[in-house]
C-alpha cells in the first residue's frame, strides 16, 4: 500500500486537528512503521495511532505543531490540484532529519513552508503521553443509531459535561445527570458480552467528537477505569484512550 503525502496529511489533520482539541502531534518514523502520538491539552485524550504502511518521507522523530495552519496549506485551492508537497530535510549533528514541509502548486508560482518541531521539544511536550494498557472488560463495534441517541441526549443536557456508563442486565447504558437534577439515560449497546461492576464517568463533547469520525470503529471499556475508541480510517488506525473520571 502506497501512502501519498496529502492523502496522509489531510488523514492526521481530520482525525487530530479537526477534534477541537489537539493541538499537536508527534510522529516517529522508520522504514517498518510511522507511528502518531497526541494528547489533549487537558489530558483527556491520548492519541496512539499507526499508518497502513511505512510513510518514506517521514524517517526520523518530529513534532508538528500549529496543526490549524498546515489545515489550512491542505485546504487552500491552490494546491487542491497537481499539488507538490514535499518533506524538507536538513544536516543536523551528522544525520539528515526531516524539518518541515515544502507546499507549491501546480503552476510553480505560490508556495509555503510549514515548519516541525524539533525532536527534543515534541518529547518533552509529550513525555507523559504513553498507555501502559488495560485489560478491557467490554468490546463491541458502536451502531450508528446509538451514536446518534448519545447526540440527542447531549443536546437535551447541555448542562452536562459528564455522562456515566454503567453495565444494567446484560447492556451498557450511558446516563446524564442525577437524582438531583434533570436526568435521562438509554441503552448505548445491547447484550454485551462482559460486565462493569462500578460506574464510571466520560467527557461528552471528547467523546462525542471521536464517534463522529469516519471510519470503522471499535469502542472497549476496562473497568479500572480506561475507554478506549479504535478509529480505522483505511490509511492509519487511531486508538483514541480515555481516562475515566470517578462518578
Known amino acids: ?84 508537497i514535499s518533506v524538507v530535510k536538513a544536516q543536523r549533528n551528522g544525520e539528515e532529519i526531516p524539518t518541515g514541509l515544502h507546499f507549491e502548486n501546480k503552476d510553480g508560482d505560490f508556495e509555503n513552508d510549514y515548519r516541525f518541531m524539533n525532536t527534543d521539544i515534541i518529547n518533552e511536550k509529550l513525555k507523559s503521553v504513553k498507555f501502559k494498557g488495560a485489560k478491557w472488560d467490554i468490546e463491541f463495534e458502536p451502531q450508528v443509531a446509538s451514536i446518534q441517541k448519545l447526540r440527542f441526549q447531549a443536546n437535551a443536557h447541555t448542562e452536562e459535561s459528564v455522562f456515566q456508563v454503567k453495565s444494567d442486565n446484560g447492556n451498557l447504558v450511558f446516563s446524564f445527570g442525577d437524582a438531583s437534577t434533570h436526568a435521562g439515560e438509554f441503552v448505548f449497546e445491547a447484550n454485551v458480552d462482559g460486565k462493569l461492576k462500578q460506574t464510571w464517568s466520560w467527557p461528552v463533547v471528547q467523546v462525542m467528537s471521536i464517534l463522529a469520525l469516519s471510519g470503522d470503529k471499535t469502542v472497549r471499556i476496562a473497568d479500572v477505569g ?7 480510517s483505511g490509511m492509519a488506525e487511531y486508538h483514541y484512550i480515555l481516562p475515566a473520571q470517578s462518578k
Open 226 to 232: 480506561a475507554m478506549q475508541i479504535t478509529v480505522d
Open 1 to 84: 500500500m502506497e501512502i501519498h503525502m496529502k492523502d496522509i496529511l489531510q488523514d492526521l489533520v481530520a482525525h487530530t486537528h479537526a477534534l477541537g482539541f489537539i493541538p499537536l502531534v508527534k510522529i516517529s518514523s522508520d522504514n517498518q512503521a510511522t507511528e502518531i502520538e497526541a494528547m489533549a491539552e487537558d489530558r483527556s485524550v491520548i492519541v496512539n495511532a499507526k499508518t497502513k504502511a511505512p510513510v518514506e518521507q517521514f524517517t526520523g522523530v518530529f513534532g508538528m505543531p500549529n496543526l490549524n495552519k498546515l489545515d489550512i496549506h491542505l485546504k487552500c485551492p491552490e494546491y487542491k490540484e497537481g499539488a507538490n
